[in-house]
């Protein structure tokens, strides 16, 4: 899945990179952004075995959920959740 994701998403390849929210060891957060279609990808992974809460970066509200492996998305990640939403 992630290798069919990183070819038929040019931003996962060829997009820059910006981590989000470096003082919180518990969530692994970062934005792809930058390729020529306009894509942006926001991932979002908890590192920990406890709920983490996290805040969306403004303009991600209304983004859709492109990856995750609990089929719902709550306030907090969920232990070792991940969450790849996707905006263009």
């Known amino acids: 899945t992630l290798v069919h994701l990183r070819k038929t998403h040019k931003v996962i390849s060829e997009g820059k990179i910006e981590f989000l929210y470096p003082d919180?060891?518990?969530?692994?957060?970062?934005?792809?952004?930058?390729?020529?279609?306009?894509?942006?990808?926001?991932?979002?992974?908890?590192?920990?075995?406890?709920?983490?809460?996290?805040?969306?970066?403004?303009g991600w509200a209304d983004a859709d959920k492109l990856l995750g492996n609990y089929p719902d998305?709550?306030?907090?990640?969920?232990?070792?959740?991940?969450?790849?939403?996707?905006?263009a």
């Open 73 to 87: 998305r709550n306030d907090a990640l969920r232990p070792y959740e991940c969450l790849i939403l996707t905006k």
């Open 24 to 58: 919180n060891a518990d969530l692994l957060a970062y934005r792809r952004y930058g390729a020529e279609d306009g894509e942006e990808l926001l991932v979002l992974c908890n590192l920990t075995e406890h709920d983490a809460p996290y805040t969306l970066p403004e």
